[in-house]
């Protein structure tokens, strides 16, 4: 059984494997094949993680809010035994191609994370559909997370 002490330490790694150095942070320009999704605020909620390692669930609550119109990623998670834990990521640029119901395509969205002391740690996040279901991953091609969210469902926010 997996513990909230595992829970708390999955969220801490993936946040660090969200985090870049800035010197790799590659701006990208926004491309859509179909803007109308891509420009749209969505929250995911995400009830478990799954590590890439060994398969193990780890059940969570968790929402993730993405606005481009804003910029902002808003992500916040429940540990029943640690309380809540919430942060932005501020988004840079954003590649697009997810269509209009989420069944095909794949969002990359770069960005940082603002620290308390004014630092920024640069990141990125995946959106990415494959074999009927939605997923939401941390971390870089050069630095990959050791997990992954599945997404139990999805909604389109006025903007």
Request: proline residues 3%; glycine residues 6%.
């Amino acid at each position: 059984m997996i513990n909230a002490l595992t829970f708390f330490s999955a969220i801490i790694i993936f946040l660090l494997n969200a985090c870049d150095s800035p010197k790799k942070l590659q701006i990208t320009k926004h491309s859509s094949e179909n803007t109308s999704m891509c420009d749209k605020t969505v929250r995911y909620i995400v009830e478990k993680i799954k590590m890439v390692e060994g398969g193990n669930e780890v059940s969570v609550h968790t929402e993730i809010i993405f606005n481009p119109t804003t910029r902002i990623i808003n992500l916040k998670a429940d540990d029943p035994e640690r309380g809540k834990i919430s942060f932005d990521t501020e988004i840079d640029s954003f590649d697009c191609t997810l269509n209009e119901k989420l069944t095909a395509g794949k969002a990359i969205y770069k960005g940082y994370i603002k620290q308390p002391d004014g630092s920024k740690d640069f990141s990125t996040l995946t959106i990415e559909i494959k074999d009927e279901q939605l997923y939401i991953k941390g971390g870089t091609e050069d630095k990959p997370a050791n997990f992954y969210m599945i997404v139990d469902k999805w909604e389109i926010l006025d903007n």
